[in-house]
């Protein structure tokens, strides 16, 4: 395995990779993402062997231009108003956090969509992969990479490119290593091919701001739907994004009355409840026993360093871990779905 700092000759080894039926793990600005030439099946089996990931769960496709598409998608099957809407968000939020669920075009191989008729496409808002994508195209066709992100499936996604190393190690061909990524948690996944708009997985591009533009979003993600089978969306599963530690999480009002124990690790929103709770307790816990995702509360901070601190709690070596939830708005929407599945072990 090849492990090399983002530039213009790691890039342009790693599309050398793809282009030959390789796996290159890569920096986007939500987490790190395992890419596989979306044209190449025999690469795409590649990507479900090194994640462990059941063939069932279908990859996103990310792109590097609005134009690229229709190389993709097929949008003669779209009606006129959603074609409309479609091109209000892609205007609007590419390239960034949010992937499009759409009726298929057939130069894409049935595994990349686990044999559904519809594909998730995504243009990520980050340099190296864009050039990467870009560079990675076979002849005569905008570049087309798969990617899901780079972890052992079902476990934490990578913020950081020591995560995947730590994860997937030699299943994976190259890693660039971007640093810490900037949203930290995964794109949403919006569907907008049937009739009616859905949110299938809160993430980046926050609900708010894709109804600004479209109107009425429906939210069909699995933590928010009162039906737990029937999920629209394979990846919809409920324990899902897990730190090895079992997680509980709690909101506000709960987390302050929780009682010190010496093998738990606490992880608050911010420094008011923190400060709230070792008043009230009257512990000054250790460092390593308490963190905090946005000292002033903003949550975007906190949804950047999520993954990242569940990580590190996760080495610390305790038995458990006491989680607060987010603000539901904006991006804690996210925050708190990741924290719901985690709970769900
Ligand atoms: O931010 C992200 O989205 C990252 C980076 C690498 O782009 N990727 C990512 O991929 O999180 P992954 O595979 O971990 O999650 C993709 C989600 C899954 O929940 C999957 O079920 C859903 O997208 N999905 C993919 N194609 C779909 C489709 N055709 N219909 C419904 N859901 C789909
Ligand atoms: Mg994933």
């Known amino acids: 395995m090849e492990y090399l700092p983002v530039s213009s000759e790691s890039i342009s080894r790693a599309a050398e990779?793809?282009?030959?039926?390789?796996?290159?793990?890569?920096?986007?600005?939500?987490?790190?993402?395992?890419g596989a030439d979306a044209y190449n099946a025999a690469a795409i089996v590649k990507i479900f062997e090194a994640k462990k990931r059941p063939f069932f769960d279908p990859l996103i496709i990310h792109i590097s231009a609005i134009d690229a598409l229709e190389d993709v998608a097929n949008l003669s099957l779209l009606g006129k108003e959603t074609r409309l809407k479609l091109f209000m968000l892609a205007e609007n939020l590419w390239p960034g956090p949010l992937s499009i669920v759409l009726p298929k075009n057939e130069n894409i191989p049935g595994i990349v969509t686990s044999g559904l008729p519809?594909?998730?496409?995504?243009?990520?808002?980050?340099?190296?992969?864009?050039?990467?994508?870009?560079?990675?195209?076979?002849e005569g066709k905008h570049g087309a990479v798969a990617a899901p992100s780079a972890n052992p499936f079902g476990a934490l996604s990578p913020t950081r490119a020591e995560h995947v190393r730590d994860g997937l190690g030699e299943n994976v061909d190259i890693i660039l290593d971007g640093g810490s990524?900037?949203?930290?948690?995964?794109?949403?996944?919006?569907?907008?091919?049937?009739?009616?708009?859905?949110?299938?997985?809160?993430?980046?591009?926050?609900?708010?701001?894709?109804?600004?533009?479209?109107?009425?979003?429906?939210?069909?993600?699995?933590?928010?739907?009162?039906?737990?089978?029937?999920?629209?969306?394979?990846?919809?599963?409920?324990?899902?994004?897990?730190?090895?530690?079992?997680?509980?999480?709690?909101?506000?009002?709960?987390?302050?009355?929780?009682?010190?124990?010496?093998?738990?690790?606490?992880?608050?929103?911010?420094?008011f409840s923190r400060d709230a709770?070792?008043?009230?307790?009257?512990?000054?816990?250790?460092?390593?026993?308490?963190?905090?995702?946005?000292?002033?509360?903003?949550?975007?901070?906190?949804?950047?360093?999520?993954?990242?601190?569940?990580?590190?709690?996760?080495?610390?070596?305790?038995?458990?871990?006491?989680?607060?939830?987010?603000?539901?708005?904006?991006?804690?929407?996210?925050?708190?779905?990741?924290?719901?599945?985690?709970?769900?072990?």
């Open 17 to 34: 990779i793809l282009r030959s039926g390789g796996l290159a793990a890569f920096p986007t600005e939500t987490v790190y993402g395992l």
């Open 277 to 345: 709770w070792q008043k009230r307790q009257g512990v000054q816990a250790p460092e390593t026993a308490v963190k905090v995702l946005s000292p002033s509360g903003n949550v975007y901070e906190a949804a950047a360093c999520l993954f990242e601190t569940l990580h590190e709690i996760d080495k610390n070596g305790k038995s458990r871990i006491f989680a607060q939830f987010a603000p539901q708005d904006g991006i804690g929407a996210a925050i708190n779905d990741r924290l719901t599945r985690a709970s769900n072990l």
């Open 118 to 138: 519809t594909a998730a496409v995504r243009f990520p808002d980050h340099e190296a992969a864009v050039k990467l994508i870009a560079l990675s195209a076979p």
């Open 181 to 271: 990524t900037r949203v930290g948690v995964e794109s949403t996944v919006l569907d907008i091919s049937n009739s009616g708009v859905k949110i299938l997985r809160h993430g980046g591009a926050p609900k708010e701001a894709i109804e600004s533009l479209i109107g009425f979003v429906q939210d069909a993600s699995v933590i928010n739907s009162k039906k737990a089978e029937g999920f629209s969306s394979p990846g919809q599963l409920k324990s899902h994004y897990a730190p090895r530690t079992p997680l509980f999480v709690f909101t506000s009002e709960e987390i302050v009355r929780l009682p010190y124990e010496k093998d738990a690790a606490y992880l608050f929103f911010d420094d």
